[in-house]
């Protein structure tokens, strides 16, 4: 089945304790993305990939960092994880990030930082 | 900076109703729009995507309209269902970022 996941759904951690959330698509596509949920605000772009080795910065991209090593897996790290990016992640990808393609979405992960 | 602003965020019809959703941008420089649909605990499932050469698409009961100039969209369901319960994004993409909009919830009451 075609689809993206992430890993873990659910996460609670403390303030400055490093963590990854893992992102991966079975689909061969070149564009992966990473979004942030809030209430009132939408979804918020963190960090974007056109292919393997090449990322940018989106909307949000401070206190993130993100690497793209392999063409199936983009992590999402937060060094050191503050309240404040408590919130809904979620992980998409593209066939090749062109204009006319739609995103896939991972199910969303659930971050919770005290 | 590109804003996309979602109006109403929440919307209660009753069965069978028509509908329209309203997405408005504030760029008109964009290479598409897309209509998403998010139910509670899931992610993000792709509903219509227009590109910016295109007036609308059509997808069973859904047409989505796109007005670049006017930077607006709407997305028009036919004969809402219960199962159309979910929250609606419009999300475009001026170059390689999207932007998305809030949101309408929608209910449909049986």
């Known amino acids: 089945e075609a689809q993206v996941t992430q890993n873990p759904r659910y996460l609670i951690t403390v303030t400055g304790k490093k963590l990854t959330v893992t992102c991966s698509q079975n689909?061969?596509?070149?564009?992966m993305s990473w979004y942030r949920q809030d209430p009132g605000l939408g979804l918020r772009q963190i960090y974007y990939s056109m292919n393997v080795e090449v990322t940018d910065k989106g909307d949000v991209p401070e206190g993130y960092k993100v690497s793209r090593k392999e063409k199936r897996n983009f992590p999402l790290i937060l060094e050191s994880p503050s309240p404040n990016q408590t919130s809904l992640y979620f992980c998409?990808?593209?066939?090749?990030?062109?204009?006319?393609?739609?995103?896939?979405f991972g199910p969303g992960t659930r971050l919770l930082v005290l | 900076k590109q804003e996309v602003t979602q109006i109403p965020a929440a919307l209660s019809v009753p069965e069978g109703e028509n509908l329209v959703l309203n997405c408005s941008f504030t760029d008109s420089a964009i290479y598409n729009l897309q209509w998403f649909r998010q139910d509670p605990g899931k992610g993000l499932t792709s509903l219509l995507l227009i590109q910016s050469s295109q007036r609308e698409q059509t997808s069973g009961r859904l047409n989505a309209s796109l007005d670049k100039s006017s930077g607006r969209s709407t997305l028009y369901i036919a004969a809402s269902q219960p199962g159309d319960s979910a929250t609606y994004l419009c999300a475009v993409r001026p170059g390689n970022q999207f932007y998305f909009g809030t949101g309408t919830s929608l209910t449909v009451i049986p």
């Open positions: 998409a990808s593209a066939l090749s990030g062109t204009w006319g393609e739609t995103q896939y």
């Open positions: 689909m061969n596509h070149e564009y």
